[in-house]
């Protein structure tokens, strides 16, 4: 029997918790069904050592989505093999991803979402630069959701000639403006570009503030 996606943790649809399957019968599931996606829902060390183990026993790369409500340790998060797509939220609870361990991450895994409860990942122009090159430099076909200062955006817009005055339908040293959504409450706004192979939004951006920007970046293989 085939199954386009399945998903093993706590669900709307079946309210199942990862403990109360053993590896065996997890292992069970994925043998005698042909399953193009594994959603693993991850909310405490026991499921996530659980998930390490079958993704361990098999190993396929394109396959695994984790999904993981809390913030394991350092080591633990680069003791995770390469998955379809990594997502963490912090539970509601702030928590900080370095930006060296978040560059290695962005180099393993093909997708990553980090919710908006996420502190800033990329503090420097620099880091940000170098996390762009990987993105730019990979061949997969990726779907990336970060935080990143607005002080940063905003002097790498500057440098490729995109200013607060830029307006939609501009193309400048590769960066196309496709769109400008301001918010009715506050300075912060939208902006959607393209560079290269990237579409990038920019949410929450603010010209030259220091609060985050939460950057959605989809990666088109064709644009290569």
Known sequence: MSLKEFTIGISPMHRCKTELLTLDFIRKIIDNFNIDKLHLNIQSQVQLDIAL???ADRPRSQWYSLNIDFLPGIDTLRSIPAT?????????????????????????HQSIQLGYDTRTVLTSLDEWEEALKIILEDPRKRELDFLVNSSIISTWLSAHGVTKETNVGTICDGVE????????????????????????????????????????????????
């Open 53 to 55: 183990q079958l993704m």
């Open 84 to 108: 379809n797509e990594l997502t963490i939220y912090g539970a509601g609870n702030p928590f900080q991803i370095p930006a060296e361990l978040f560059i290695e991450l962005l180099t393993t």
């Open 177 to 224: 403006v496709k769109d400008i959504e301001k918010y009715e409450t506050n300075s912060k706004q939208t902006i959607d570009i393209c560079f290269r192979n990237c579409s990038i939004s920019i949410l929450r951006f603010e010209w030259m503030g220091d609060q985050n920007a939460y950057l959605q970046i989809s990666i088109n293989i064709t644009g290569m």
